[in-house]
């Protein structure tokens, strides 16, 4: 119809999608306009992994080498998915964009130099070492509140110096202002997302230049705050002609444009005594607090002080997540010589039902461990794992799964008992959001380790954290609506399944 109406695009590490959104006497409807894959490109293999050539000619190219997003890709692919939201719905009046963290692209006068790096690239190690001489981790936890992850954006542009590539770049941005930037012309970076750098003050949530300085990231680079709920830009000329656009009438609007932000915007709590796991490539365990936890033991722990919508803070913990499942799939299809890159589908749901029948004792690993963050073999690595501590690794495919699954439970009710004790907050009930709240097996296995209720629901959490924060700045909710009121929203619009302990 006619009515106003939003359209989200929401790119998760698997797959992208743009969502549009229309609100209706107090309730969200939803409908998926487009969805795309998005799968990475391995340009160079590793010389360590591949034969070099005997020719004798060329260089071994080792600053292009390396794991990239297929951004111009994605970003195609969201074009179309814009045009196709605005023949659903010709009212169209503003897009907002959300992603994976941390990941960025270099620009000097305005063109972008090479294409991002995925995280999962090898090469943050180096980076960590190199940030690390000049700034330890207690320090950096003080300064930035952040979980040490090797691919926050600050080792990863360390790494980036060393090859030179920062002393070309004028500007930097993260992919979701990168979008924003190519669709507007405006270049800003949203705030939730610029928690994930390392690089914002926990304290204020500014850009901390002093850090910058001592790295020698040039401040210049880092573009201007914008929070969620603030005005981007209306689309460009160019852009508007080829998606059928009436230029004035459609804004980027910025949201929690870190996905897992948006996710846990649109996480139904009922009290404020409940955990939420958002469940997808990476399973985010934390509670949703109005201050930082910045105690030593929060370090410790490895807790994250991420920043949420509405100055809320996100205290999580990454432990790992379907990533362990998808690249297992993706294994045994090569091994079966089926390729295919969804990583789920029919095959996910047949090994689903054969895991939920294993009888035998399967061991519960570290899924945590950094050996399973790049590609490759998991159930191999997971074998590794077990067998470097005299325990029987699983042995079918099912088993593997079920080992999988039963990790992951394991190492969600430790993070949620870690959780209580670190922020003195309760959690009674467990919110499970995102694609994994469909796997019920996990769902059940979460319940009985984690020994709490399980709530799970609903799968499109970040689609609907990005569209509710669209609909208050374009008042079709009101703008006095606090994020309780969104997710009031968010009950009435989409129904939840509940797992008892
Ligand atoms: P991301 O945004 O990180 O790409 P999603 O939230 O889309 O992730 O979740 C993807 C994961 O959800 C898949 O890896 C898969 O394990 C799980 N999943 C998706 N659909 C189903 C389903 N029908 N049943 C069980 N699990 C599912
Ligand atoms: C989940 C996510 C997570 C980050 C990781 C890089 O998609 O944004 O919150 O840590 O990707």
Request: charged share 20%; glycine share 8%; net charge negative.
């Given at each position: 119809g006619g009515g106003p109406a939003l359209a989200a695009v929401d790119l998760g590490a698997t797959s992208g999608r743009v969502v549009v959104g229309r609100l209706e006497s107090g309730r969200l409807t939803m409908e998926q306009v487009a969805r795309f894959p998005n799968t990475p490109v391995q340009f160079t293999e590793r010389r360590s992994t591949e034969r070099r050539s005997t020719e004798g000619h060329g260089t071994e190219g080792e600053g292009t080498e390396g794991l990239h997003w297929n951004i111009q890709a994605l970003y195609g692919a969201v074009e179309e998915g814009l045009g196709a939201a605005l023949r659903s719905a010709p009212g169209l009046c503003?897009?907002?964009?959300?992603?994976?963290?941390?990941?960025?692209?270099?620009?000097?006068?305005?063109?972008?130099?090479?294409?991002?790096?995925?995280?999962?690239?090898?090469?943050?190690?180096?980076?960590?070492?190199?940030?690390h001489a000049v700034a330890d981790g207690a320090e950096l936890f003080a300064r930035n509140g952040l979980q040490h992850l090797d691919f926050n954006t600050v080792f990863q542009l360390a790494a980036e110096r060393e090859s030179g590539f920062l002393d070309l770049a004028d500007r930097l941005l993260l992919l979701p202002d990168l979008l924003a930037y190519w669709l507007t012309g405006w270049a800003r970076t949203e705030a939730t997302n610029a928690s994930t750098t390392g690089l914002l003050s926990v304290a204020d949530r500014t850009w901390d230049t002093e850090l910058m300085e001592r790295l020698g990231y040039p401040p210049g680079l880092f573009a201007d705050l914008v929070d969620p709920g603030e005005r981007i830009g209306p689309l460009t000329a160019g852009v508007a002609g080829r998606i059928g656009a009436d230029r004035d009438r459609v804004q980027v609007t910025a949201v929690g444009s870190h996905d897992?932000?948006?996710?846990?915007?649109?996480?139904?709590?009922?009290?404020?005594?409940?955990?939420?796991?958002?469940?997808g490539t990476w399973s985010l365990v934390g509670l949703e607090l109005d201050a930082p936890v910045l105690t030593a033991q929060?370090?410790?722990?490895?807790?994250?002080?991420?920043?949420?919508?509405?100055g809320r803070v996100r205290f999580l913990r990454n432990v790992s997540g379907l990533w362990l499942l998808s690249e297992s799939v993706r294994t045994w299809r090569d091994a079966d010589r089926r390729p295919g890159t969804d990583g789920g589908g029919a095959d996910l749901q047949e090994l689903l039902d054969e895991a939920e029948k294993v009888e035998r004792e399967v061991p519960v690993f570290d899924a945590a461990d950094e050996r399973f963050v790049p590609p490759g073999d998991m159930p191999a690595r997971i074998r590794d794992w077990c067998e470097e501590r005299g325990v029987r690794p699983p042995?079918?495919?099912?088993?593997?799964?079920?080992?999988?699954?039963?990790?992951?439970?394991?190492a969600y009710a430790r993070t949620i008992d870690t959780a209580e004790e670190l922020s003195g907050r309760k959690a009674r009930t467990v919110h499970v959001v995102g694609g994994g709240s469909q796997n019920a097996l996990l769902c059940r296995l979460t319940a009985r380790r984690t020994g709490r209720r399980v709530v799970a629901g609903p799968v499109e959490a970040t689609a609907i954290g990005n569209?509710?924060?669209?609909?208050?700045?374009?008042?079709?909710?009101?703008?006095?609506?606090?994020?309780?009121?969104?997710?009031?929203?968010?009950?009435?619009?989409?129904?939840?399944?509940?797992?008892?302990?």
């Open positions: 503003s897009v907002g964009i959300d992603s994976w963290a941390v990941d960025y692209a270099l620009l000097r006068g305005g063109r972008m130099l090479g294409v991002p790096y995925h995280y999962r690239d090898a090469r943050s190690a180096r980076g960590v070492e190199l940030v897992t932000a948006s996710a846990v915007a649109a996480v139904p709590f009922e009290t404020p005594d409940a955990a939420y796991i958002s469940s929060a370090r410790a722990a490895n807790f994250t002080n991420e920043g949420g919508v509405d042995g079918s495919r099912a088993e593997v799964v079920r080992s999988i699954l039963e990790s992951l439970a394991a569209l509710l924060v669209q609909a208050r700045a374009a008042g079709l909710v009101s703008p006095e609506a606090t994020l309780e009121d969104l997710r009031t929203i968010v009950r009435a619009s989409f129904p939840v399944t509940v797992y008892e302990p």
